[in-house]
T-cell receptor, first 111, second 114 residues
Framework: GAGVSQSPSNKVTEKGKDVELRCDPI?????LYWYRQSLGQGLEFLIYFQGNSAPDKSGLPSDRFSAERTGGSVSTLTIQRTQQEDSAVYLC?????????FGQGTRLTVV | AQSVTQPDIHITVSEGASLELRCNYS??????LFWYVQSPGQGLQLLLK??????LVQGIKGFEAEFKRSQSSFNLRKPSVHWSDAAEYFCAVVPTSGTYKYIFGTGTRLKVLA
Protein backbone atom coordinates (compact mmCIF):
# COMPACT_ATOMS: atom_id res chain seq x y z
CA GLY A 1 0.00 0.00 0.00
CA ALA A 2 0.91 3.64 -0.20
CA GLY A 3 1.30 4.13 3.52
CA VAL A 4 1.17 2.47 6.90
CA SER A 5 -2.27 1.02 7.47
CA GLN A 6 -3.73 0.40 10.91
CA SER A 7 -6.92 -1.39 11.80
CA PRO A 8 -9.36 -0.91 13.26
CA SER A 9 -9.35 2.87 13.27
CA ASN A 10 -11.53 2.87 16.36
CA LYS A 11 -12.13 0.19 18.96
CA VAL A 12 -14.41 0.30 21.97
CA THR A 13 -14.03 -2.60 24.34
CA GLU A 14 -15.22 -3.56 27.77
CA LYS A 15 -12.83 -3.62 30.66
CA GLY A 16 -11.27 -7.05 31.02
CA LYS A 17 -11.57 -8.01 27.36
CA ASP A 18 -8.61 -8.71 25.09
CA VAL A 19 -7.98 -6.60 21.99
CA GLU A 20 -5.78 -6.96 18.94
CA LEU A 21 -4.52 -4.00 16.95
CA ARG A 22 -3.09 -4.55 13.51
CA CYS A 23 -0.43 -2.70 11.57
CA ASP A 24 0.41 -3.17 7.90
CA PRO A 25 3.71 -1.41 7.25
CA ILE A 26 4.99 0.00 4.01
CA UNK A 27 6.31 -2.80 1.85
CA UNK A 28 10.04 -3.33 2.25
CA UNK A 29 10.36 -1.49 5.53
CA UNK A 30 12.36 -3.55 7.97
CA UNK A 31 11.80 -1.40 11.05
CA LEU A 32 8.42 -1.24 12.74
CA TYR A 33 7.44 0.69 15.85
CA TRP A 34 4.46 0.88 18.17
CA TYR A 35 3.75 4.01 20.18
CA ARG A 36 0.96 5.03 22.49
CA GLN A 37 -0.44 8.53 22.62
CA SER A 38 -2.67 9.41 25.54
CA LEU A 39 -4.76 12.56 25.74
CA GLY A 40 -2.51 15.52 26.34
CA GLN A 41 0.59 13.35 26.39
CA GLY A 42 3.43 12.84 24.02
CA LEU A 43 4.25 9.64 22.24
CA GLU A 44 5.20 6.78 24.50
CA PHE A 45 7.46 4.16 22.93
CA LEU A 46 6.18 0.62 23.28
CA ILE A 47 8.21 -1.72 21.08
CA TYR A 48 10.55 -1.77 18.11
CA PHE A 49 10.91 -4.55 15.55
CA GLN A 50 13.76 -5.08 13.14
CA GLY A 51 12.49 -7.72 10.78
CA ASN A 52 10.63 -10.25 12.87
CA SER A 53 12.67 -9.79 16.01
CA ALA A 54 12.08 -7.21 18.72
CA PRO A 55 15.42 -5.92 19.97
CA ASP A 56 13.69 -3.39 22.18
CA LYS A 57 10.44 -4.08 23.96
CA SER A 58 11.34 -1.96 26.95
CA GLY A 59 8.33 0.29 26.56
CA LEU A 60 5.62 -2.32 27.01
CA PRO A 61 3.91 -1.12 30.21
CA SER A 62 2.98 -4.52 31.62
CA ASP A 63 2.86 -8.19 30.77
CA ARG A 64 -0.68 -7.65 29.52
CA PHE A 65 0.87 -6.09 26.44
CA SER A 66 2.52 -8.16 23.73
CA ALA A 67 3.35 -7.76 20.08
CA GLU A 68 4.50 -9.90 17.26
CA ARG A 69 5.53 -9.44 13.68
CA THR A 70 5.35 -12.13 11.09
CA GLY A 71 7.05 -12.42 7.72
CA GLY A 72 8.82 -9.15 8.33
CA SER A 73 5.56 -7.44 7.55
CA VAL A 74 2.30 -7.30 9.49
CA SER A 75 2.43 -6.66 13.21
CA THR A 76 -0.18 -7.23 15.88
CA LEU A 77 -0.28 -5.52 19.26
CA THR A 78 -2.32 -7.47 21.79
CA ILE A 79 -3.61 -6.09 25.05
CA GLN A 80 -5.02 -8.66 27.42
CA ARG A 81 -7.52 -7.94 30.18
CA THR A 82 -7.85 -4.31 29.13
CA GLN A 83 -8.02 -1.60 31.76
CA GLN A 84 -9.40 1.92 31.48
CA GLU A 85 -5.90 3.37 31.61
CA ASP A 86 -5.18 1.54 28.34
CA SER A 87 -7.47 3.99 26.54
CA ALA A 88 -5.29 5.87 24.08
CA VAL A 89 -4.37 6.17 20.43
CA TYR A 90 -1.97 3.44 19.38
CA LEU A 91 0.30 4.50 16.55
CA CYS A 92 2.34 2.24 14.35
CA UNK A 93 5.24 3.38 12.19
CA UNK A 94 7.49 1.65 9.72
CA UNK A 95 10.81 2.80 8.41
CA UNK A 96 13.98 2.27 6.49
CA UNK A 97 17.09 4.39 6.24
CA UNK A 98 16.38 6.46 9.29
CA UNK A 99 12.93 7.78 8.44
CA UNK A 100 9.72 6.56 10.05
CA UNK A 101 6.30 6.80 8.47
CA PHE A 102 3.31 6.75 10.74
CA GLY A 103 -0.13 5.30 10.35
CA GLN A 104 -3.21 7.17 11.44
CA GLY A 105 -3.55 5.15 14.59
CA THR A 106 -6.13 3.06 16.37
CA ARG A 107 -8.17 4.88 18.98
CA LEU A 108 -8.85 2.44 21.79
CA THR A 109 -11.53 3.20 24.34
CA VAL A 110 -11.97 0.89 27.30
CA VAL A 111 -15.35 1.27 29.02
CA ALA B 1 18.84 8.42 29.53
CA GLN B 2 18.04 10.25 26.36
CA SER B 3 15.27 12.82 26.55
CA VAL B 4 13.66 15.53 24.48
CA THR B 5 12.22 18.73 25.91
CA GLN B 6 9.73 20.96 24.17
CA PRO B 7 9.28 23.75 26.70
CA ASP B 8 6.25 25.35 25.07
CA ILE B 9 3.05 23.36 25.43
CA HIS B 10 0.94 25.89 23.55
CA ILE B 11 1.89 28.69 21.19
CA THR B 12 -0.46 31.18 19.54
CA VAL B 13 0.62 33.31 16.61
CA SER B 14 -1.17 35.50 14.12
CA GLU B 15 -1.36 34.43 10.52
CA GLY B 16 1.61 35.86 8.64
CA ALA B 17 3.76 36.14 11.74
CA SER B 18 6.99 34.24 12.16
CA LEU B 19 7.22 31.12 14.26
CA GLU B 20 9.88 29.38 16.31
CA LEU B 21 9.26 26.16 18.22
CA ARG B 22 11.91 25.10 20.66
CA CYS B 23 13.43 21.66 21.12
CA ASN B 24 16.27 20.60 23.39
CA TYR B 25 17.65 17.13 23.74
CA SER B 26 19.79 15.26 26.19
CA UNK B 27 22.18 12.73 24.69
CA UNK B 28 25.90 12.07 24.92
CA UNK B 29 26.52 12.45 21.22
CA UNK B 30 24.70 14.14 18.39
CA UNK B 31 21.62 12.07 17.65
CA UNK B 32 19.53 12.06 14.52
CA LEU B 33 16.94 14.83 14.86
CA PHE B 34 13.44 15.10 13.47
CA TRP B 35 10.37 17.32 13.50
CA TYR B 36 6.95 15.82 12.90
CA VAL B 37 3.55 17.50 12.61
CA GLN B 38 0.23 15.99 13.63
CA SER B 39 -3.07 17.47 12.50
CA PRO B 40 -6.20 16.58 14.50
CA GLY B 41 -7.18 12.96 14.04
CA GLN B 42 -4.21 12.27 11.83
CA GLY B 43 -0.96 10.41 12.09
CA LEU B 44 2.41 12.11 12.19
CA GLN B 45 3.98 13.61 9.10
CA LEU B 46 7.69 14.21 8.81
CA LEU B 47 8.59 17.88 8.31
CA LEU B 48 12.36 17.60 8.26
CA LYS B 49 15.33 15.70 9.61
CA UNK B 50 18.98 16.24 10.47
CA UNK B 51 21.69 13.61 10.36
CA UNK B 52 24.90 15.53 9.74
CA UNK B 53 26.39 18.30 7.66
CA UNK B 54 24.74 21.66 7.17
CA UNK B 55 23.15 22.67 10.43
CA LEU B 56 20.29 24.53 8.74
CA VAL B 57 17.81 22.04 7.37
CA GLN B 58 14.97 22.80 4.99
CA GLY B 59 11.76 20.85 5.15
CA ILE B 60 8.33 20.70 3.66
CA LYS B 61 5.63 23.38 3.93
CA GLY B 62 8.22 26.15 4.23
CA PHE B 63 9.65 24.96 7.54
CA GLU B 64 13.30 24.95 8.48
CA ALA B 65 15.24 23.94 11.57
CA GLU B 66 18.65 24.79 12.90
CA PHE B 67 20.85 22.38 14.83
CA LYS B 68 23.02 24.00 17.47
CA ARG B 69 25.39 21.53 19.05
CA SER B 70 26.51 23.91 21.78
CA GLN B 71 22.92 24.33 22.96
CA SER B 72 21.73 20.78 22.24
CA SER B 73 18.88 22.39 20.38
CA PHE B 74 17.00 21.82 17.17
CA ASN B 75 14.48 24.65 16.86
CA LEU B 76 11.85 24.72 14.15
CA ARG B 77 11.11 27.96 12.32
CA LYS B 78 8.80 29.34 9.70
CA PRO B 79 8.98 32.93 8.42
CA SER B 80 5.26 33.37 7.80
CA VAL B 81 2.65 31.13 9.35
CA HIS B 82 -0.49 30.07 7.49
CA TRP B 83 -3.79 29.16 9.14
CA SER B 84 -3.31 25.59 7.90
CA ASP B 85 -0.19 25.27 10.06
CA ALA B 86 -2.34 24.94 13.17
CA ALA B 87 -1.45 21.51 14.51
CA GLU B 88 0.71 19.78 17.07
CA TYR B 89 4.43 19.63 16.48
CA PHE B 90 6.73 16.97 17.85
CA CYS B 91 10.48 16.98 18.04
CA ALA B 92 12.17 13.58 18.11
CA VAL B 93 15.64 12.16 18.43
CA VAL B 94 17.07 8.81 17.45
CA PRO B 95 20.27 7.78 19.22
CA THR B 96 23.10 6.90 16.90
CA SER B 97 23.97 3.81 18.92
CA GLY B 98 21.93 1.20 20.68
CA THR B 99 18.31 0.65 19.78
CA TYR B 100 17.16 2.63 16.82
CA LYS B 101 14.02 4.08 18.39
CA TYR B 102 12.45 7.49 18.21
CA ILE B 103 12.23 9.46 21.44
CA PHE B 104 9.62 12.17 21.24
CA GLY B 105 9.07 15.38 23.09
CA THR B 106 5.65 16.08 24.57
CA GLY B 107 4.68 18.30 21.68
CA THR B 108 3.79 21.93 21.09
CA ARG B 109 0.27 22.78 20.03
CA LEU B 110 0.18 25.69 17.60
CA LYS B 111 -2.84 27.92 17.26
CA VAL B 112 -3.03 30.41 14.42
CA LEU B 113 -5.15 33.53 14.67
CA ALA B 114 -6.74 34.89 11.52
Amino acid sequence: GAGVSQSPSNKVTEKGKDVELRCDPISGHTALYWYRQSLGQGLEFLIYFQGNSAPDKSGLPSDRFSAERTGGSVSTLTIQRTQQEDSAVYLCASGRNTEAFFGQGTRLTVV
Amino acid sequence: AQSVTQPDIHITVSEGASLELRCNYSYGATPYLFWYVQSPGQGLQLLLKYFSGDTLVQGIKGFEAEFKRSQSSFNLRKPSVHWSDAAEYFCAVVPTSGTYKYIFGTGTRLKVLA
